[in-house]
């Protein structure tokens, strides 16, 4: 592996790394899954998101059912035997045609998966979600993110006055007895167990139906920092690492994002990178299923390094 991100060319040639290695790349496996970010727009604006979502900020625009609904044609009429559709954003709930879209997704026998911060956006849509849910059953999961078991660490992250609304979601879906995940944060100094054991204890006294030992129920995500001091990640690292190319997100997945005055959506090799124009790989998925240069201090830290994924197969 190359050394820390203090060298001025690290990360900047898609072939080499600054030492003259050759840069990892991702061979392409399966399209498991498929995201869609619907929008980078936000109720919240939280201190570290990834993608800088908030209420004003549209870089990403909302995607329109219609766009949804030509991907999934091509799923199927290319027979990419996808398996799983994301949504993620900014906050899905606050794309007006998400309800649509997400009908859509489960009605062609896909599994889906929410990402959400479970407040306002999602109780005004709480009819309509929950005759989804009653219609498809666990074919429908909804991951709601829960930075901390404790009041004070989430709203440092989400901001004052986000924990009881969020909190407040989070106990309807699991009496509605939705398929429910949530997702954490591993910024706050504590290892896995002391986390999980404090989710365990808050998901007891709130009655949430969540195994927290089930780690794909409780995802507890490593933080990224574009500034912290990351290696490169060369070809020999996986055999140094003892990890394998097949096992990261883009072996198996890709992300379909509209940037604001653009013409039209495409698709990005990582739900993580929707700004980096290395990482976009064409209009189509058939297109966008190409090898992916491990180019990104996200690709170290969050993927290889830290374990990190995001969909659920």
């Known amino acids: 592996m190359d050394g820390g991100t203090e060298h001025p060319l690290k990360f900047s040639d898609p072939l080499r790394t600054a030492k ?10 399966a399209l498991r899954t498929l995201w869609f970010n619907t929008g980078t727009l936000c109720n919240l604006a939280c201190v570290n998101c990834y993608i800088e979502s908030t209420p004003s900020n549209d870089a990403l625009v909302y995607l329109t059912a219609a766009e949804v609904a030509g991907y999934l044609d091509e799923i199927e009429r290319e027979q990419l035997g ?4 994301g949504f993620t954003g900014g906050e899905p709930f606050m794309n007006p ?3 649509p879209m997400l009908e859509d997704t489960l009605a062609r026998g896909f599994r889906a998966l929410v990402l959400t911060n ?3 956006p999602m109780e005004k849509r709480a009819e309509t979600l929950l005759e989804l849910q009653q219609r498809y059953g666990d074919q429908l999961e909804v991951r709601v993110s829960v930075d901390h078991y404790a009041q ?7 901001g004052p006055r986000s924990w009881a609304p ?3 979601g989070l106990r309807w879906l699991s009496s509605q007895g939705f398929n429910l995940s949530a997702a954490g944060r591993t910024c706050w100094g504590e290892d896995d167990a002391a986390m999980r054991e404090g989710f365990r204890q808050l998901f007891a006294d709130e009655n949430i139906h969540i195994n927290v030992d089930d780690p ?7 933080e990224m920092d574009e500034q912290a001091e990351v290696p490169e990640i060369t070809t020999a690292c996986w055999g140094i690492l003892n990890v394998s190319p097949d096992d990261m997100m883009c072996a198996t997945s890709r992300m379909v994002i509209h940037r604001k005055g653009e013409p039209h959506p495409v698709v990005a090799a990582c739900t993580l990178l929707p700004y980096d124009a290395g990482f976009e790989l064409g209009r189509s998925l058939k297109q966008s299923l190409r090898p992916v240069r491990l180019n990104h201090p996200h690709c170290a830290k969050f993927c290889v390094l830290g374990g990190g994924a995001c969909s659920a197969t």
């Open 152 to 158: 004070p660490q989430h709203e440092t992250e989400r």
């Open 82 to 85: 996808t398996e799983e559709i």
């Open 20 to 29: 003259g290695e050759t840069r990892a790349w991702v061979d392409p496996i």
């Open 118 to 120: 479970a407040m306002r």
């Open 97 to 99: 045609d998400f309800m």
């Open 216 to 222: 794909h129920h409780l995802i507890l995500f490593p």
């Open 166 to 168: 969020m909190l407040k």
